[in-house]
Nanobody, 119 residues
Framework: QVQLVESGGGLVQAGGSLRLSCAASGSIFSLNAMGWYRQAPGKQRDLVATISSGGYRNYADSVKGRFTISMDNAKNTVYLQMNSLKPEDTGVYYC?????????????WGQGTQVTVSS
């Protein structure tokens, strides 16, 4: 069982910055990747950024150059530094952890943290 605890969301004006954190605990082995997804009201949950256990980073086009994902492997914690925030970045941000298994993989999700960017 894996537990993910997110923090760092809040209300910020356009152009501002926020830093999200997600700490993972529990039975963590064969880590594939951690990442962040967001869900705006009435929309599906979309990928924001992921980072593999080997450090490979993947970003949604809409956040490239503004957001930076990083991971502290020793602490099983992933961070998302969000700069130059825009109102369209508003949504609930969910932390994701993916573990590899012999026959596939398994995803765990955090409870979500609200990010609101005012114009």
């Amino acid at each position: 069982q894996v537990q993910l605890v997110e923090s760092g969301g809040g209300l910020v004006q356009a152009g501002g910055s926020l830093r999200l954190s997600c700490a993972a605990s529990g039975s963590i082995f064969s880590l594939n990747a951690m990442g962040w997804y967001r869900q705006a009201p009435g929309k599906q949950r979309d990928l924001v950024a992921t980072i593999s256990s080997g450090g490979y980073r993947n970003y949604a086009d809409s956040v490239k150059g503004r957001f930076t994902i990083s991971m502290d492997n020793a602490k099983n914690t992933v961070y998302l530094q969000m700069n130059s925030l825009k109102p369209e970045d508003t949504g609930v941000y969910y932390c994701n952890l993916r573990l590899d298994y012999a026959l596939g993989y398994a995803d765990s999700w955090g409870q979500g943290t609200q990010v609101t960017v005012s114009s």
